[in-house]
């Protein structure tokens, strides 16, 4: 039984210090590591259960559950198990960009252009959205972030992010 992905913006960094959304994270559904430079990040688990990588700990979180991870601290979020997870998760300071990259993101799943683990298929997608999420890759994947910077860069110029953000962003899906 497949669930849909989805977003819910409960608080903008429009209207307030911090970005604030519900969203489910469908079994497999995972990120690499990486880290963000720009913002904490905490997720609390609303249903389900959560693998948080964080720092060199491996946290399993379960309903009730939060753990925050700081500017600059490497994570990663992984569901293992089968059912879907519904957290929230708190960006502080609130990043507008961050916002339209989880809509974007599973604006992407929704329409079939996301794998099962939820990463973009498009390369192009990809490169947008690691750029939107502040996202900086760790270990031996942190040698393609300049091929990624170049390739973000030029789907912007193109105008490829606001036609994402037009068809995805700011909406409850």
């Known amino acids: 039984m497949k669930t849909s992905g989805y977003i819910k913006l409960i608080s903008s960094v429009e209207i307030n210090d911090k970005s604030v959304a519900e969203l489910n994270i469908l079994p497999g559904e995972k990120t690499p590591w990486h880290y963000h430079t720009l913002f904490s990040e905490t997720f609390a688990v609303l249903k389900g259960s959560l693998e948080v990588g964080k720092g060199k700990n491996i946290l399993h979180l379960k309903q ?3 753990a925050t991870i700081l500017p600059n601290e490497k994570h990663y979020y992984h569901n293992v198990s089968g059912e879907e997870c519904i957290v929230t998760t708190t960006i502080n300071p609130g990043n507008k960009n961050f916002e339209n990259a989880l809509y974007i993101l599973k604006g992407l799943a929704n ?12 390369f192009t997608d990809l490169v947008l959205f690691v750029y939107l999420s502040n996202s900086r890759m760790v270990g031996l994947q942190k040698m393609a972030e300049p091929v990624f910077n170049i390739f973000a860069n030029a789907a912007i110029k193109k105008g490829k992010l606001n036609k994402l953000i037009q068809k995805y962003g700011n909406r409850t899906q």
């Open 111 to 122: 329409d079939g252009l996301a794998t099962t683990a939820g990463t973009p298929k498009r």
């Open 64 to 66: 009730g559950d939060t």
